[in-house]
């Protein structure tokens, strides 16, 4: 079943592939902190930044080999969702939280996180930041939990400097309950061609032209207030994946992966990955594979494999990967490269 999603190679190649992913595990790296994250982007193999409670980023210039703890003044009872590294100069964060209590924020630094400066606060009450993406180092889009019953998305085109709501007469109603999950910073996906895709539970907001207009998507995922898309990742303008699970049972056995071939217009389960449980991030690799982690453990189908590989049941709830240089982390300061 899972052959007809990927392409055949050359056997010796696929021999030599499968050589590499038996051998392929996290390697623990030592991040300094015991704060718990749920955001990492890795901009280049050496550049990866990341995310956390207690106002604390990681940030490392040397492939993990040293990781920089920073300590956002002013910041110290955010908890950083997502982030996104514009080079090792420049990154945004957005702290997820209630904007009636100061949590709804974006921050900026350009000098290797030296200094952050507030470029976006959003005060109104019931706003809640849940994940946000960049088309390239200007143009950005975040959402949040819905508000007046449609969808809540920001917009960027200025590098930050000033955001506007996306007009609501441009978006469809949400449903009753429908929302996100600020889990793992991977429910906004772009591509750099201004698509954009952005999850709720069980249905995935597109926009193909930066957030001029709207389509929506239904995904066989069911919505749940502890269930539903915890993340998405695509690797091409058409294919990309869903995951997710229940994160109050997040070891029962659930369709926890969906894959699309036609830019989200529809979706299809593939088999559940293992070990069984919660997937919150995943990512394609270039040899092929895709590689899964949520609370429940780390999941890896080669390409060409009829199933999943359960790697371990460490906990992480996010994955970022810049070619085959993959990072994963999670709770209580848990990084880990995979090598």
């Given amino acids: ?56 980023v990681l940030r490392t210039t040397n492939a993990g080999a040293t990781w920089q703890v920073i300590k956002v003044s002013g910041a110290e009872k955010l908890d950083f969702r997502d982030i996104y590294g514009v080079s090792e100069k420049v990154a945004y964060i957005m702290s997820a939280g209630l904007a009636e209590e100061g949590a709804a924020k974006v921050f900026k630094t350009i000098d290797g996180g030296n200094t952050w400066k507030v470029v976006l606060e959003y005060k109104d009450k019931g706003a809640f930041f849940d994940s946000m993406d960049f088309w390239n180092e200007k143009e950005g889009i975040l959402i949040g939990d819905p508000i007046d019953d449609k ?42 061609n201004g698509k954009a895709w952005l999850n709720t539970q069980s249905r995935i907001f597109f926009t193909p032209d930066k957030g001029e207009t709207w389509q929506v998507y239904q995904t066989p995922f ?46 299809e389960f593939l088999p559940a990955a293992k070990p069984d449980g919660l997937k919150e991030s995943g990512w394609m690799l270039p040899n092929k594979n895709l590689l899964l982690v949520g609370t429940s453990g780390t999941s890896l189908l080669s390409e060409g494999e009829p199933a999943w590989k359960a790697i371990d049941t460490e906990s992480f709830h996010a994955i970022s990967c810049f070619k085959d240089a993959c990072w994963a982390i999670g709770g209580k300061g848990n990084l880990a490269k995979w090598k």
């Fill in 1 to 56: 079943m899972i052959r007809q999603f990927f392409k055949k190679k050359a056997h010796l190649l696929f021999i030599l592939l499968s050589a590499n992913t038996i051998n392929a595990q996290w390697t623990k790296q030592v991040s300094g902190t015991d704060a718990s994250f749920r955001s990492i982007h890795a901009i280049s193999k050496k550049v990866v930044w990341a995310g956390g409670s207690k106002g604390t």
């Fill in 151 to 192: 969808p809540f998305i920001l917009r960027t085109l200025d590098a930050g400097n000033t955001w506007q709501r996306i007009d609501k007469e441009k978006l469809p109603a949400v449903f009753d309950g429908e929302a996100s999950f600020a889990s793992s910073g991977t429910c906004v996906a772009t591509q750099p």
């Fill in 222 to 267: 069911k919505k749940g207030q502890t269930a539903g898309i915890f993340g998405l990742h695509f690797w091409s303008e058409n294919q990309g994946i869903a995951v997710g699970g229940d994160y109050k049972n997040d070891k029962e056995k659930v369709d926890n992966i969906a894959i699309t071939h036609d830019a989200g217009k529809t979706w």
